[in-house]
């Protein structure tokens, strides 16, 4: 309006140049007026915008120590997943062990209880018989070296009969005291993955407040640039008033020079004036393509669900606006719990595994023909770069790394650089 508003009086400068026989120094003030005006209007323009460019220069200071900071606690929340994942492991592994010695410990109480039960029957047995089975044993010998023989022989069963079961006692005392031994151990490797677990909660509450800081600095930052946008739209504005102006006061001049001329001269004159300024305006032209690039693919099948069975809820879908506002999701977003596993959709070579702000920890999966497959947000990377892995492999484990508001997998396919739909290959 102020723009429209300021051709307008340039426009009424011109016609009286073109109307009055002689404007002389009364319109001369007015462009005077009029020029210093606009050059006052655009110096405080251009304070306003060195000030708003100063402030976006401090916000854009802000936005990299915010990204630097979800950077280095995106790390430590990653190193954090690798140790519950490595504690689980463990924690399986010795449960494992545990289960098999409350096998072996069952199977040796129970040999325990046969071989007592077998020596209480000898005992009882010899009790009952007056002990005569050995004494008859003993007294059917031959001669004195066959006595000796069978004497040795019965200590010998008496003996074996002790020892097997002094063996076998000793036996079930090491298998529960390596048993108690690792339930402790146990203990205490779940009592360290609670306290992974109550870090990684912690850092992902910080993540969630710094991320709500860096959209706030973005929504900041894009009202300030839009701000430096207008205000450099009127600094424009009043330059080109200024130029007008100019153009209108050599008309001006060029009109006393001429004032002796005749009305013919005079006419001439103003017209050229008036084609002057008409050539001044300028319109431009903007070209938009709205060409749908997308490639559309449809996948053979052959390539299975990234996600273990239960986890099929879209939170964003391809092509739709995202929750930061971006407009051409390039990918589908499946929510799921931090740590659960994410496979490979199909075998391939791992073309890059990283972090980057954009998309926190990553995987890319070149499955040949053009093909990959990226895995976003992930909490832990357990591939890295040039790694060959197969379908169905674990190459990471789910998190909320990078711009995301909560744990979930974000996954995208391209095909020979273009981003294609992920449904036309691994379904719904």
């Known amino acids: 309006m102020k723009k429209l508003v300021r051709r307008g009086v340039a426009l009424v400068l011109a016609g009286a140049i073109c109307a009055l026989p002689f404007a002389g120094s009364e319109i001369g003030t007015i462009f005077a007026d009029e020029k210093s005006e606009a050059e006052s209007k655009k110096a405080a323009l251009e304070a306003e915008q060195a000030s708003l460019q100063a402030e976006l220069n401090a916000l854009d200071s802000l936005k990299s120590d915010t990204e630097a900071y979800i950077k280095e606690v995106d790390a430590k929340s990653t190193k954090v997943a690798n140790k519950i994942y490595k504690l689980t492991q463990k924690i399986e592994s010795t449960q494992a062990q545990i289960d098999q010695l409350n096998v072996q410990l069952t199977e ?25 089975q050995y004494l008859n044993l003993l007294l059917s010998a031959e001669n004195f070296s066959d006595f000796l023989n069978k004497a040795e022989y019965v200590n010998t069963i008496t003996k074996y009969d002790n020892e097997l079961f002094k063996k076998m006692e000793e036996t079930a ?33 910080l993540l969630a407040k710094k991320q709500a800081d860096l959209d706030a600095l973005n929504t900041q930052t894009a009202s300030t640039a839009s701000e430096i946008a207008g205000v450099s739209a009127e600094i424009s504005a009043e330059e080109a008033n200024i130029a007008y102006i100019e153009e209108l006061e050599k008309a001006r001049a060029a009109k006393e020079a001429e004032a002796a001329s005749k009305a013919a001269a005079e006419a001439a004159a103003a017209a050229a004036a008036a084609s002057n300024a008409g050539s001044s305006s300028s319109s431009n032209t903007y070209n938009y ?16 669900w990234p996600l273990p069975s239960g986890y099929h809820t879209v939170s964003t879908e391809f092509g739709e606006t995202d929750a930061f506002g971006s407009s051409g999701h390039c990918g589908v977003d499946y929510p799921a719990p931090s740590g659960t596993p994410i496979y490979a ?4 070579t791992i073309e890059s595994a990283g972090y980057s702000s954009g998309m926190g920890n990553y995987v890319i999966i070149y499955h040949g023909n053009g ?18 892995v197969s379908q169905g492999q674990t190459i990471a484990l789910v998190g909320t790394t990078g711009p995301s508001t909560g744990n979930h997998l974000h996954i995208s396919f391209r095909l020979n650089g273009v981003y294609v739909n992920p449904h036309n290959y691994i379904g719904y």
Not at 345 to 348: Q, S
Not at 382 to 388: I, Q
């Open 289 to 304: 393509d709205d060409t749908d690039s997308t490639t559309q693919v449809v996948g053979n099948g052959s390539y299975i």
């Open 371 to 388: 093909l990959s497959s990226i895995y976003m947000h992930a909490s832990a990377l357990l591939c890295s770069t040039g790694d060959t």
């Open 108 to 132: 040796a109480q129970a040999s325990l209880e046969q071989q007592y039960s077998d020596m209480s029957l000898r005992i009882q047995y010899m009790y009952e018989n007056g002990d005569t």
């Open 173 to 205: 005392n090491t298998i529960a005291s390596t048993k108690t031994q690792l339930e402790s151990e146990n203990a205490s490797l779940e009592e360290s993955k609670a306290k992974q677990e109550k870090k990684q909660e912690e850092l992902n509450t």
């Open 345 to 348: 959709v199909a075998g391939g």
